[in-house]
């Protein structure tokens, strides 16, 4: 906190100096101001096309599909991660909804039966 406090009123004259020393070519201060212009990206997009996915079957085709491209080297071990959860978390809303279809059929079915 004290050196925020430190820096609090030098912080314009030392963003000057660093600009100007990128203009002067210095790479370290060329570098520093466009990490804050431009952020190193943390991921990127992956165009990777997933087999459908109409049900918890088709999951098993789809994990097929990203550990090929994994050995083919078109997605890295870390893509492919991602995409295994995004996989994983699609085959559970489908879950969900096949759960929660049947349920509703059970109920009908035994509300129906109560009232005869």
């Known amino acids: 906190m004290l050196a925020e406090q430190l ?38 997009p992956v165009h990777f096309t997933i087999p459908a996915l109409n049900s918890a079957d088709d999951a098993s085709k789809a994990m097929a599909a990203v550990t090929v491209a994994v050995a083919c080297g078109e997605l890295t071990p870390t893509e ?3 995409l295994s959860r995004v996989i994983e978390t699609y085959v559970k809303a489908i879950e969900t909804s096949e759960i929660e279809r049947r349920l509703k059929i059970l109920e009908q079915r035994q509300f129906t039966g109560l009232s005869k």
Request: glycine share 4%; with cysteine; aromatic share 0%.
């Open 7 to 44: 820096l609090d009123g030098e912080a314009e004259a030392m963003l000057r100096t660093v600009i100007e020393k990128a203009k002067q070519g210095d790479m370290v201060a060329l570098r520093l101001c466009l990490d804050r212009i431009v952020p190193p990206r943390r991921d990127r």
């Open 80 to 82: 492919a991660a991602e």
